[in-house]
């Protein structure tokens, strides 16, 4: 705990904790295979299974071809054979090993980057695999000079593994000049603007492992804590309930929006248009702050309806291996857990995943899955490592887009979460501080988000994480889930709280969260998930976040059809209810008329 830093919250006194990342990029088979090549590690007794280790009921070969490297694309194919008695498939992953200067970049020899699993191979059966990625996914992240990603000039190790450890061929890919990524126009993997240090304040002035010198700051990188004091720094601007006032930070400036306009538009008028189509303006305008505060704070298993624009209520509910109704217990059937998917390295399967979720979610009448979770295995002992899929950002990122995909193409939109780093249970919605570095952010944790915003469905949705990133909670902060969700990855869509206790939890409000780039809260019964500050700026904010909401929710399967006449299933239940009273009171009435009318004759 950070035992020596207390903030006065509504609850009174509350010590937040942390958790430091100190390992840097160096984590799970990226440190075993690193240490052992660096000598600090006897690998053969300290790993049984390398990464992406399996066994099959047959035996296999593959062969790669001579590799080709054409305008900043990376290209091979590779033949598989089934060579024993059975049949299988078989998973060829592609590793990549960069080029090292001693105390520059961190780089680790082992790094995943690309996979394909086979077809059902009978014996003697072949099949050739093409692989292409682009020379920017060598890249790596500079985040004390160039404070971007930077592919460094040099000779590139690409080979084809049986696991992280297994070599079963390689060639080099020769870069003859360096790369930094640091231009709009020369944007890393796509990005609309190039990636830049967001999470400075988030290092927390820590010793990171470093590879320099073999690893020659291991003992004290790996060692205790022995600080547990937040710097004075970081306690200036350290919020939670206790001390967040939203008004310290509304700008004079800004100008109050429209609201309560009559301009005759419905939400299921935008079904399909562009997020930026000039028609949500006009829609927007006709929102009062009364309609967009409700959208906001009732994001609790559900999407508020707004009957002045024929909006619905929506129902969500959680994963992830599921669909769970958490008030009325009704649950679909369960699927395998995200791990055992990861074990498959079944892009497929995991496209009909999604697909079958989305399909069970139209039996129950929803339209949203709190999943998929793509937090890493960071530890063994993570305490919803059921829920994640694997310690690789790539095998993680890849596995959940097809999932959030084959939901999206059933109409469901699906709440990938938790953004982010959230790789720790315990003590996490007890303000637990998460340091870290940029590189190790950005290529690790941030990663599988990455994937999902870029390879997933448009229109999808994002859960935020309990904890605090460095000294801002993760649904707060700017840098996440603006500057790097929106600005750089170009996401559009719905940013949720994960669920919100603000009583409970002391740092939970909305007028501070809106502000920080997220839309709704995940909250059932609070008090703080309504917004209190209705100036130019607060409304700006909720504007925004309505747009987000409204247009998630349009694209999803309840507005393929415009459902704004429907009549609510609770209400045709209720309906039911009063038909069947009315009946039977009816009934009773005829019996006792009659009887009556028998004791009268008598």
Request: proline share 3%.
């Given at each position: 705990?950070?035992?020596?830093f207390?903030?006065?919250?509504?609850?009174?006194?509350?010590?937040?904790?942390?958790?430091?990342?100190?390992?840097?990029?160096?984590?799970?088979?990226?440190?075993?295979?690193?240490?052992?090549?660096?000598?600090?590690?006897?690998?053969?007794?300290?790993?049984?299974?390398?990464?992406?280790?399996?066994?099959?009921?047959?035996?296999?070969?593959?062969?790669?071809?001579?590799?080709?490297?054409?305008?900043?694309?990376?290209?091979?194919?590779?033949?598989?054979?089934n060579?024993?008695?059975?049949?299988g498939?078989?998973?060829?992953?592609?590793?990549?090993?960069?080029?090292?200067?001693n105390?520059?970049?961190?780089?680790?020899?082992?790094?995943?980057?690309?996979?394909?699993?086979?077809?059902?191979?009978?014996?003697?059966?072949?099949?050739?695999?093409?692989?292409?990625?682009?020379?920017?996914?060598?890249?790596?992240?500079?985040?004390?000079?160039?404070?971007?990603?930077?592919?460094?000039?040099g000779?590139?190790?690409?080979?084809?593994?049986?696991?992280?450890?297994?070599?079963?061929?390689?060639?080099?890919?020769?870069?003859?000049?360096?790369?930094?990524y640091?231009?709009?126009?020369?944007?890393?993997?796509?990005?609309?603007v190039?990636?830049?240090?967001?999470f400075?304040?988030?290092?927390?002035?820590?010793?990171?492992?470093?590879?320099?010198?073999?690893?020659?700051?291991?003992?004290?990188?790996?060692?205790?804590?022995?600080?547990?004091?937040?710097?004075?720094?970081?306690?200036?601007?350290?919020?939670?309930?206790?001390?967040?006032?939203?008004?310290?930070?509304?700008?004079?400036?800004?100008?109050?929006?429209?609201?309560?306009?009559?301009?005759?538009?419905?939400?299921?008028?935008?079904r399909?248009?562009?997020?930026?189509?000039?028609?949500?303006?006009?829609?927007?305008?006709?929102?009062?702050?009364?309609?967009?505060?409700?959208?906001?704070?009732?994001?609790?298993?559900?999407?508020?309806?707004?009957?002045?624009?024929?909006?619905?209520?929506?129902?969500?509910?959680?994963?992830?291996?599921?669909?769970?109704?958490?008030?009325?217990?009704?649950?679909?059937?369960?699927?395998?857990?995200?791990?055992?998917?990861?074990?498959?390295?079944?892009?497929?399967?995991?496209?009909?995943?999604?697909?079958?979720?989305?399909?069970?979610?139209?039996?129950?009448?929803?339209?949203?899955?709190?999943?998929?979770?793509?937090?890493?295995?960071?530890?063994?002992?993570?305490g919803?490592?059921f829920?994640?899929?694997?310690?690789?950002?790539?095998?993680?990122?890849?596995?959940?887009?097809?999932?959030?995909?084959?939901?999206?193409?059933r109409?469901?939109?699906?709440?990938?979460?938790?953004?982010?780093?959230?790789?720790?249970?315990?003590?996490?919605?007890?303000?637990?501080?998460?340091?870290?570095?940029?590189?190790?952010?950005?290529?690790?944790?941030?990663?599988?988000?990455?994937?999902?915003?870029?390879?997933?469905?448009?229109?999808?949705?994002?859960?935020?994480?309990?904890?605090?990133?460095?000294?801002?909670?993760?649904?707060?902060?700017?840098?996440?889930?603006?500057s790097?969700?929106?600005?750089?990855?170009?996401?559009?869509?719905?940013?949720?709280?994960?669920?919100?206790?603000?009583?409970?939890?002391?740092?939970?409000?909305?007028?501070?969260?809106?502000?920080?780039?997220?839309?709704?809260?995940?909250?059932?019964?609070?008090?703080?998930?309504?917004?209190?500050?209705?100036?130019?700026?607060?409304?700006i904010?909720?504007?925004?976040?309505?747009?987000?909401?409204?247009?998630?929710?349009?694209?999803?399967?309840?507005?393929?059809?415009?459902?704004?006449?429907?009549?609510?299933?609770?209400?045709?239940?209720?309906?039911?209810?009063?038909?069947?009273?009315?009946?039977?009171?009816?009934?009773?009435?005829?019996?006792?008329?009659?009887?009556?009318?028998?004791?009268?004759?008598?």
């Amino acid at each position: 705990m950070c035992k020596e830093f207390q903030i006065d919250s509504a609850r009174g006194v509350s010590s937040p904790r942390f958790v430091n990342y100190t390992e840097g990029i160096y984590v799970g088979y990226r440190f075993w295979e690193m240490a052992a090549d660096e000598g600090l590690v006897d690998y053969d007794a300290s790993v049984q299974y390398p990464f992406g280790y399996g066994l099959s009921y047959t035996t296999f070969t593959q062969e790669m071809s001579p590799i080709q490297y054409t305008d900043g694309t990376v290209s091979f194919t590779v033949t598989v054979t089934n060579t024993g008695s059975a049949a299988g498939k078989d998973v060829v992953g592609v590793y990549g090993n960069p080029p090292y200067t001693n105390g520059g970049i961190e780089k680790a020899s082992a790094n995943l980057i690309a996979y394909e699993k086979t077809k059902l191979l009978t014996p003697g059966e072949s099949q050739t695999i093409p692989i292409s990625f682009d020379d920017d996914d060598l890249a790596s992240y500079d985040d004390k000079n160039a404070k971007a990603y930077v592919l460094e000039a040099g000779s590139y190790t690409i080979s084809i593994n049986s696991d992280s450890h297994t070599v079963i061929s390689e060639q080099t890919v020769d870069v003859p000049e360096t790369i930094v990524y640091n231009t709009d126009a020369n944007a890393h993997n796509g990005d609309l603007v190039a990636a830049t240090n967001e999470f400075d304040d988030v290092n927390g002035g820590l010793g990171y492992l470093s590879r320099a010198d073999g690893f020659a700051n291991a003992a004290t990188a790996r060692a205790a804590p022995t600080n547990y004091s937040m710097f004075d720094e970081y306690k200036a601007t350290y919020y939670n309930n206790g001390n967040y006032d939203p008004k310290q930070f509304d700008d004079p400036s800004d100008v109050m929006p429209t609201t309560g306009a009559n301009n005759g538009l419905r939400l299921y008028d935008l079904r399909g248009l562009d997020y930026d189509d000039p028609k949500w303006d006009e829609l927007l305008d006709e929102l009062t702050v009364d309609e967009m505060n409700i959208l906001i704070a009732n994001g609790g298993y559900q999407n508020a309806a707004v009957g002045s624009i024929g909006k619905i209520r929506l129902s969500d509910v959680d994963g992830p291996a599921a669909l769970k109704d958490n008030f009325s217990g009704v649950s679909s059937i369960g699927l395998p857990s995200n791990v055992a998917l990861a074990c498959t390295w079944n892009k497929e399967l995991a496209l009909k995943y999604g697909e079958t979720i989305g399909d069970m979610a139209h039996d129950m009448h929803v339209t949203d899955w709190h999943a998929p979770s793509i937090n890493l295995h960071r530890s063994a002992f993570g305490g919803r490592n059921f829920e994640y899929f694997s310690e690789d950002p790539v095998l993680t990122g890849t596995l959940a887009s097809q999932q959030a995909q084959g939901a999206k193409e059933r109409g469901v939109y699906a709440f990938t979460k938790h953004f982010a780093p959230n790789e720790q249970e315990t003590q996490r919605n007890s303000q637990l501080c998460t340091w870290a570095n940029e590189q190790s952010t950005r290529e690790l944790y941030l990663k599988p988000f990455e994937t999902v915003v870029k390879d997933g469905p448009t229109g999808a949705a994002i859960m935020g994480s309990f904890n605090y990133i460095g000294n801002t909670y993760s649904s707060a902060s700017l840098n996440l889930n603006q500057s790097v969700l929106r600005d750089e990855w170009g996401f559009q869509g719905m940013v949720e709280t994960d669920y919100f206790s603000g009583t409970n939890y002391s740092y939970q409000n909305a007028d501070q969260v809106i502000r920080g780039g997220t839309d709704i809260m995940l909250a059932t019964t609070e008090t703080t998930n309504y917004v209190t500050d209705f100036s130019a700026t607060s409304v700006i904010q909720m504007r925004r976040t309505a747009h987000n909401i409204l247009f998630t929710a349009v694209n999803s399967w309840r507005y393929e059809t415009d459902p704004s006449g429907e009549v609510a299933d609770w209400l045709k239940v209720m309906v039911g209810i009063d038909i069947a009273a009315a009946a039977g009171l009816a009934a009773l009435g005829y019996v006792a008329w009659r009887r009556y009318g028998e004791r009268k004759a008598a």
